[in-house]
Every structure is written in C-alpha cells, then in structure tokens.
C-alpha cells in the first residue's frame, strides 16, 4: 500500500539526535533547551520539550529549503496520504489555505467558493486579489446549521461562470457533513480548472473506510487539513497536499515559503512526522475505537429529554451525502437553552469545553484522545441539565433565518484597501462594507469587505447579540461600529 518505510519519523529522530548528543546550543532560541526559561514554566512544560526547541541548520534541515530530515518526513506524509506532495504548515490551516488561494488565483481572477467558508478563505482572497463567486449551502432548518454544496449547486454556478480559475469547497464542514466530492471532481475537472479543498474538519478520513472519502482519494488537486484537530499533532500543526496536474507544485513551494515564518517550531513540525505514523500504524483502530464512543454518546444523548443529536439520518436531507460521526451536534433549544446558554453551563458548572457553540446547538468534537469515562461525565451532565430544565418553564428558542448573500460591490481586497470611515453599524444600511461580521466560532461570514450592508444583515447581527453568542470581525469589540468604504471615487 505504501511506497516508503512509513515506521520512520526522520525529524523527530535528528530531533533525538541532537538531544541526546547534548550538543552545546550557541543559536536562538534564547532560553537554551530550557536553561533561561522562567523556572514556573519550565518546571509545568518539562525540560524535554524546551529541549528540541531549536532552529535551522543541517541536521534538522530548513523548512524553507528542506533536503534533509523534513524534506523526508513530508515524502512520508505524502505517502501515507495518497498525495503526490505534501508541505508542513506551522501557522495552521488557515495559513495553509491562503497558500491554496495564492497559488491558483491572482488579481482579477474569479474563484467559486461556498458561503460558509471559514474567514481564512476570504484573507486568501484578500491576499490574492482574486473575485469570489459564492455558492449557498444546503441548511438543515431542524437543527439551524449548514450542511453543504450539491454537485449541482457547483455545476450551475460553473455554467453561470465558465471563466473561473478555481472552484473550493469545504468538506466536510465543521459539523461533519461532506458533499458528492468525486463527481464535484468530476464536474470541475471538466472546465480544465483546479478543486481546492478546505478539509481542515477531515484529517483523518483517508485512515477509516468507515468515514467520508477523503479529499486527496476522491481525486482534488490541493486541500489543507488541520491534523492537530482530530489526530494526534500539536495546535497549529497542519497539512498542505497537492496532487498532480492542474496546479504548480512549485507556485505552491514558492507561496508557503512567501507566508510562514524563517523560524519554524520544530516542536510542531516533530508533532506533525509523529501524528503521521500513528496514523499509519494505528490509525485504523483508533479510528474505530473513536466511533464507537461517538455513536455510544449520540445514542446516549438522543435518550434525554430535550437534546438531539443528528447522525446518519442527515443523508436523507439534500447537501448532506456522507457523515463522519465523530462531530457530535447537541441540538439543545427544545431545552429551551441557546447552544451558548449550554455551552457555558457545561464549561462553568462541570468543567467540560465544548468546541463551539451557536444559537441552537453545542458541537463537541471526539478524537483518538477521548475514552468512555470523560464520554459519562457528559452524558451525565447533560442529563442533570435536562432535569432542572423540564422543572422551569422553557422559553421557546426560535431558529433565525441566516440572511441572503448581500450585493458584492467590489472585491475584498479592493475594499479592505480603501479609504474607510467608521459608523454605527445600526445606521450603515446601504453602505459597502470594508470589514468582516462574523458569528464565530466558525468564522462564516456574514458580511464580507466590498458587500453592500442591509437591513436584514444589521437585525441578524442585533439577534445574535441578544443570544449572547459571539458575533466578531470588526475592529469595534463590541461590534456597535463597522467601518465603511468612504472613497466613492473607486466606482
């Protein structure tokens, strides 16, 4: 199955290496494997780690210009990925999918991308110059989420727009709904044009048959993937795979050496060579393990009173063609709660974080580190939740309609670069917005810089905010002011 000995984890051994050797370190960074560290954090973090904090020079190769231990360690991700090549990312997905945009768009050039795109998609954009062409999402109204883009949706909006450069799509999306991605495949493929792939929710798909298909299986060009989400690398930590064909592999080298950092955390990069292994080892297993607990959890909480939480039964709704289980949605406003309501209740009350929350639902997210006993003390929380509940008397959680795509007026990044003035945004109706709304977590937007402001946009921003959730992207806090495009001489 594998081309390369995937037991190797070259940078994590000349990491070893070095450490072991007790080489002298007269290079940055400052603390010197932990000797000028703050004794509080050093003695919490452990010498170990502040140990293999170093910095560019041959033995541990350069992530710029890799010939050595990294240059072999993404040959081994590639590998184990089904990739042709494979780039480390140390600033996250994000950074990796505005390296994704860069390299197949430049200024002028339309992109087609979905609606409920994560904010980093638009500063690719922003950073590109290129034109987006947004395509609504699916919404399941039960639960109040997007699920995805059909097949359909993207073959219109490529008749419509022949002369895009590239189609993204994001798959699976942050509550584990994926798209028909092969015959996306097939449809983009045929306007001799790239698929690039948000696939940040989806590293460990190509590891278990019992998951969605994986972005690089079903045949994209390129797609990023947050390994440190659901497998076992470090925060931060994530991966770039590109494909043969329809993108420039070196336009890709060439970009992420233009966005990340000259001094790399090699700590991340070894996370990244060691998660890789475990996957290709254990990965199946584990994965197994995993889905099992999900759909013990899902099972679990459907049983109690005024939760509910979404699985297979998704793929009879239209946008929704496969489901990773291991996205538990907890739709809570039969409780007569707000996701946010729930969300603190479990963080304050219990001590359990979920990943994220909106108006209706919390969104926990299980991976190879979650076991039966902390999957209990949720369901078990949960339940004494539900119990006080149904005491008092629930008010009614109505799901907000998302309001339509606003008019584009300019590009993000001709907006984003204007001369701008800041309003209330109470009083900016009409305006071109120069900033970003977003209910984040997940970062969809709600108004991109360039799209004119409306009405319907400024009630939804005043009902989330009275839901408590976190509504964020203008440089006011408090998202009273927005900032506006004031140089109308750009027209």
Known sequence: MYQLDQTKTPLFDALMEYVNNKTIPFHVPGHKKGQGMWNDFKNFVGINVLSMDVTVFKQVDSLHKPTGAIKAAQELA??????????????????????????????????????????????????????????????????????????????????????????LIVNP???????????????????????????????????????????????????????????????????????????????????????????????????????????????????????ELASYARESINKIEGYYCFGDEVLNKKGAYAFDPTKITITCKDLGLSGYELERILAEKYFIQPEMSDLYNVLCVFSLGDTKETIDKLIYALKEISDVQCCSLRRKIEILDVPNIPEQMLTPRDAFNSMTVSIPLSDSMGQISAEFLM????????????????????????????????????????????????DLSIF
Do not use: W
């Open 78 to 167: 590639a590998d184990a990925y089904n990739a042709d090549y494979t780039f480390f990312s140390i600033h996250g997905t994000s950074g990796a999918i505005q390296a994704m945009i860069m390299s197949v768009v430049g200024p002028g050039d339309k992109i087609i991308i979905p609606r409920n795109v994560h904010k980093s998609v638009t500063a690719g954009i922003i950073l590109s110059g290129a034109a987006p062409v947004y395509m609504q999402p699916e919404i399941d109204n039960a639960v109040g989420v997007a699920l995805n883009v059909t097949p359909e949706t993207v073959e219109n909006t490529l008749e419509s727009n022949p002369d895009a450069k590239a189609v």
């Open 173 to 291: 999306t942050y509550y584990g709904v994926s798209t028909d991605i092969e015959k996306i495949v097939r449809i983009v493929h045929s306007y001799g044009i790239p698929l690039i792939v948000d696939e940040a929710h989806g590293p460990h798909l190509h590891f278990n048959s019992k998951l969605p298909i994986s972005a690089v299986d079903a045949g994209a060009d390129i797609c990023s993937q947050s390994t440190h989400k659901i497998i076992g690398s470090m925060t931060q930590s994530s991966l770039l795979h590109v494909r043969k064909g329809f993108v420039d592999v070196n336009r890709v080298k060439t970009v992420m050496s233009l966005l990340q950092t000259t001094s790399p955390s090699y700590i991340l990069l070894a996370s990244l060579d060691a998660a890789r292994k475990q996957m290709v080892m254990e990965g199946e297993k584990l994965l197994d393990q995993t889905i």
């Open 439 to 486: 209910a984040y977590p997940p970062g969809i937007p709600i108004l991109c810089p360039g799209e004119m402001i409306t009405k319907e946009i400024i009630d939804y921003v005043k009902a989330l905010k009275e839901a408590n959730l976190y509504v964020q992207g203008t440089e006011d806090p408090e998202v009273n002011n927005i900032k506006v495009v004031s």
